[in-house]
């Protein structure tokens, strides 16, 4: 049995609008893909020069005579070949070597990420910034109730890999993060809050309440900023590192917080971690930590399936959630 063919045939009044209609399509299909925005602002409080760090200071003239000449990815990869900078051994170094390398050249697969602009120059800047400066990524359609994560670098500098890794794990996020020089664990609380107010005007829309996210001397910084206002945050997660000091003297009941931290850190291994987090969830009701068995500082990298699955049990929906 054969089927009978029908054709359509199309007026020629409305032949001559279909490209005008396919330009419009293409448009709007553009208008609402993925994007990588590159944000800077006037502010009085970027972070000092990285020359006040003596462990960098070194080779900070390699690194930025390197800057207009090389790829991030060669120049964290030239930062990784002075380990002990960095207190790695060479054998550690050669390993995350390969993994960060890895990372790029995802990065320069990815049509949303492969032209964006590094942020290494303003972290390793001579002399105090004027403006203030974050990476956004933006997902397809957002309005003030998408999900929103502020992410602050650690030790170093904020790495577009950072952006990317995160923006591989929550495609549907609002993903912001801010540059704070090569030491973001003193990172002012006005800074976050201008990042924040001038990320929504650039997406033309209010901001979800965020969730603060610091990682290693990130981790330090935004425990202070939160410790001090956790009412500005949906909560708050911190990887590589421990409440400092003040924070957890003044640790606010109405914190919700997780900590991630590798099993062989030294503050794991002799049970500093334990107390605090024992004494952290007996003082708020929304406590929680993980830690990863046999990884160390960089988890992030050698331990990516693990490290995912919390943050997104932390981070997402309970029906998102895997």
Request: with cysteine; hydrophobic share 45%; net charge positive.
């Amino acid at each position: 049995m054969h089927r009978r063919i029908r054709f359509v045939v199309i007026p020629r009044r409305i032949q001559s609008w279909l490209p005008a209609f396919a330009l419009l399509l293409a448009i709007a299909s553009a208008a609402n893909a993925q994007e990588v925005l590159r944000l800077a602002w006037p502010t009085r409080h970027a972070a000092p020069p990285a020359s006040g760090t003596p462990e960098v200071a070194p080779y900070l003239p390699l690194l930025r005579a390197s800057l207009n000449r090389l790829p991030e990815s060669a120049l964290v990869n030239l930062a990784l070949m002075q380990s002990s900078s960095l207190g790695l051994s060479s054998s550690d170094a050669d390993k995350l070597s390969g993994l960060v390398a890895r990372r790029y050249e995802l990065i320069a697969a990815s049509p949303v990420f492969k032209n964006v602009p590094s942020t290494l120059g303003y972290c390793l800047a001579e002399t105090r910034p004027p403006q203030g400066l974050a990476l956004i990524y933006r997902p397809r359609q957002t309005n003030a109730q998408t999900p929103v994560l502020l992410f602050v670098h650690g030790y170093g500098g904020s790495f577009l890999w950072y952006l990317h890794q995160l923006a591989e794990w929550f495609p549907n996020h609002i993903i912001i993060c801010p540059a704070y020089g090569i030491d973001p664990s003193a990172i002012p609380a006005v800074y976050l809050d201008e990042c924040l107010r001038e990320a929504a005007v650039r997406l033309k829309h209010p901001l979800a309440r965020p969730a603060l996210v610091g990682l290693s001397a990130g981790g330090f910084g935004t425990t202070r900023v939160y410790a001090a206002n956790p009412a500005s945050y949906q909560q708050l997660i911190v990887m590589a590192a421990y409440p400092p000091d003040e924070s957890f003297r003044a640790w606010p009941k109405t914190a919700r917080s997780g900590w991630i931290v590798g099993a062989l850190e030294y503050y794991v291994k002799d049970g500093g971690f334990a107390a605090y987090s024992k004494s952290l969830a007996a003082r708020s009701t929304r406590h929680q930590s993980v830690i990863i068995p046999k990884a160390d500082h960089f988890f992030l990298l050698t331990h990516p399936a693990e490290t995912r699955k919390t943050l997104l049990a932390w981070l997402s929906p309970p029906s998102a959630a895997p």
